[in-house]
């Protein structure tokens, strides 16, 4: 088992170092020189070259690069270039509030796909079965932009049910008041996709024989269809919550931006309209190095689920 | 006589031509009644937006041709229009044409005469009752103002260079701020982002179908290369990607949306026709193709490829789909097309501001026409995986 976390660890080394060339190369070679952006438009050669040295950036590419992987390996990326607030520090103080939407969220979307996805899986064929998946897919066509605005505007604006936008100080006053918005329209939109997901997964499962021989041995529907069929299914389902999860952090930027909830998917925004590349690089690499852990644990968790699971 | 002996529809032979995947999908395909009126649907989009894209039809989406905020016909009752909730309209007291549509308001924000108009209208005392006529509405100050036009010449953003003489009170789908016509621009809308869903997706597929094709069919160090390649980009969540590249790339436009997308939305292609290559080169016909004397590179894309194209075009469909739903978010942004060109994103970024003040319009028409065409184009990418590989189903 640690042998086995060690060598995956180890695997990652590569791919982190193909992720760490593909910033560099977006930002430092592709994205040319950010010092007459910085400089503003009045400016002289002095002062250019000044930035350019501050940056960095007048040294040759492979210094950079070696600048680049010590900022990534020590968790120091210096200060934003637009609000001059230190990266890390924008990490830690925007992460909670990232997460009290997203946590809350990814709960609450698997309690309620799964429990649906199961319900039409049951029904296969029917008419409900069929009526629910025209709904999944025409709720998919509608952009989230559609729900945000509408929502926003129908149960915040019109009806005054929720805050229009807009961030508090206590934890509680967060959750249940200003985040309860946000959440409610991320799991509108994202629960259709993901029943159509697990209701495939499940009906991989449902026509197999040990449902047969679970049914012949006189055991209730509901046993059959929640501890066996669920719990075998649970694989691909942990698969696909454990890709979700890092993509979370930065997937409901659209949220964050229209509620001005201060989280990491807004500060990505801010960042790209600003051509603040600090922030971008960090919120890039370290999510790709989580999305990479996030896939680790979820051959963790298969071998947890599913003891046959051998990990090699 | 040796054409005749090869020719397997030769009725004297006897033997019928049996029917190939494509003909057997299609034949599916035309057998499923939601897949055939998606597919009806589909064309028509594509219709459309190639008329407007040879400017057949919505050529003329930036001319302000009705009032500002002009009401969709149907609901033309429904809404005061915009001119009276100005502070200057406010004093109008002209009477109104009929009940609610009422007075077509003549100053336009993006006017580079506004000031002047205004102010030619205090001396006139806006007495002139332009609206008693009912009819034809004729503005007292149009003849100084195509003086003063012409003078002025061309101006910015070619928004002024509308006679403001005759504008509707209102239009089939309603109209935006500036008294666009929005069915015009919904269409325009659509031309952008079909253009740059199939376009970005056609780029997209090219690329994961070429490394797959490599990466499965010589396997080895390319495919260990390619591999890694792929780990790279799909260890960094999409959306990330996307905007990571829309902050590199400074210039905006068409191409670089097409781009942006086609370069990070490769990797579920690559890693499919990777496993489709793994599994075709060792099959006996690929041998046969080999001992004939096939170059690897025909082998590959002339005799694997045919047999595993049906996998690529589900692909292909798909990533349209994908693709335009980004588009919309990238644009609605500002990290997608120009301003000067229109597209569903733009228009649902315009509608935020708008619904708080009433006019629901040019929402509704970005996300009925964005709905409609999606769904359609989702049903009949799933019919046609269906009719492909029925073995899926």
Redesign the interface.
């Known amino acids: 088992m640690l042998a086995y976390i060690i060598r995956r660890l180890w695997q990652i080394l ?2 982190m170092a ?2 760490i ?3 560099f190369f ?2 430092n070679v ?3 020189d950010p010092a007459y952006l910085l400089a503003g438009k009045i400016s002289n050669p002095e002062q250019i070259a000044n930035i350019r040295k501050q940056l960095g950036i007048d040294e040759p590419y492979w210094m950079q690069l070696l600048i680049f992987v010590k900022q990534v390996v020590t968790f120091d990326f210096g200060a934003s270039w637009s609000t001059n607030e230190v990266v890390s520090q924008i990490f830690a103080t925007r992460l909670p509030a990232s997460l009290m939407i997203g946590i809350p969220l990814l709960i609450l979307e698997t309690i309620i796909a799964v429990c649906i996805a199961l319900a039409v899986a049951y029904v296969r064929g029917s008419f409900t079965d069929r009526a629910a998946m025209v709904t999944c ?2 709720a ?7 729900y945000i ?2 929502f926003q ?1 129908v149960l915040a ?1 019109k009806f005054g049910w929720f805050p229009v936008q807009g961030w508090g100080n206590g934890f509680l006053e967060n959750l249940f008041k200003f985040a309860a918005l946000p959440i409610l329209i991320a799991l509108v939109v994202s629960l259709a996709p993901n029943i159509r997901l697990y209701r495939t997964f499940l009906l991989d499962e449902v026509n197999q024989d040990y449902v047969r021989t679970a049914r012949a041995k006189g055991l209730s529907e509901n046993r059959v269809m929640f501890v066996h069929v669920l719990r075998n299914a649970s694989i691909p389902i942990i698969t696909n919550l454990m890709i979700q999860l ?2 979370l952090l ?2 409901l ?2 949220i964050e931006r229209f509620f001005s909830v201060p989280g990491i998917g807004r500060e ?2 801010l ?3 600003r ?1 603040d ?1 600090p922030v ?1 690089k960090a ?2 690499v370290y ?2 190095l989580a ?2 852990l996030a896939n680790l644990a979820a051959d963790l968790l298969y071998k947890a689920v599913d003891p046959r699971v051998e990990l090699k | 006589m040796t054409t005749a002996a090869i020719n397997p529809n030769n009725p004297a032979l006897g033997i019928e031509r049996s029917p190939g995947l494509w003909s057997l999908a299609w034949k599916r395909l035309k057998a499923d009644r939601i897949a055939v009126v998606s597919m009806v649907i589909v064309i028509a989009f594509l219709l459309l937006s190639f008329a407007a894209f040879f400017g057949l039809i919505a050529k003329d989406w930036n001319k302000e041709i009705a009032i500002n905020y002009a009401p969709p016909t149907l609901f033309k009752d429904s809404h005061k229009p915009a001119a009276d909730l100005r502070p200057g309209a406010a004093t109008d007291a002209g009477p109104a044409v009929d009940g609610a549509a009422a007075k077509p308001e003549f100053i336009n924000d993006r006017d580079p005469l506004r000031e002047v108009i205004i102010e030619l209208k205090a001396q006139l005392g806006q007495s002139t009752g332009a609206a008693d006529s009912g009819i034809k509405i004729v503005d007292p100050l149009a003849d100084v103002l195509t003086e003063l036009r012409k003078q002025l010449g061309r101006t910015g953003d070619g928004a002024a260079n509308v006679v403001e003489a005759k504008r509707l009170d209102y239009l089939p789908f309603g109209a935006d701020k500036w008294g666009r016509d929005v069915l015009a621009k919904v269409i325009q809308g659509s031309e952008t982002s079909i253009l740059v869903g199939f376009a970005a997706a056609i780029v997209a597929t090219i690329l994961g179908t070429v490394l797959g094709a490599f990466a499965g069919y010589y396997g080895g160090k390319t495919d260990d290369a390619l591999n ?2 792929y ?3 799909s ?7 996307v ?8 210039q905006k436009g068409v191409v670089t949306v097409v781009l942006i997308l086609g370069l990070t939305g490769w990797t579920s292609i690559f890693r499919l026709v990777r496993a489709e290559y793994l599994k075709h080169k060792a099959r006996d016909y690929v041998r046969a193709a080999n001992a004939i004397g096939a170059s690897n590179l025909r082998r590959m894309f002339v005799h694997i490829f045919p047999n595993i194209s049906h996998v690529v075009l589900v692909q292909l469909s798909l990533h349209v789909v994908l693709f335009i ?1 980004s588009e ?2 990238l644009s ?4 997608g097309v120009p301003v000067d060109t229109v597209s ?2 733009s228009m ?1 970024n315009e ?2 501001n708008e ?2 003040l009433g006019y629901w319009w040019q ?1 509704a028409a970005a ?1 009925v026409f ?3 065409l ?2 359609a184009f ?2 009949f990418t799933d019919a046609l995986r269906d009719a492909l590989d029925p073995k899926l189903k």
Do not use: N
């Open positions: 590569p791919t193909g992720v060339l593909l910033i977006l930002f592709v994205g040319g897919t025409v998919q066509s509608v952009s989230i932009l559609v605005i509408v505007y604006y890092p993509g930065v997937g930027f659209l990505v925004i960042a790209v309209e051509s590349f971008i919120v890039t999510v790709a999305t990479m | 890694w390649f780990s790279i980009f260890s960094i969540p999409y959306i990330l990607l905007l990571a590249i829309a902050a590199v790339l400074k739903k919309v978010i609605f942004l500002g990290f569903w994103g649902l509608s935020q619904l708080i929402l996300t964005m709905a409609v999606v769904t989702s049903l």
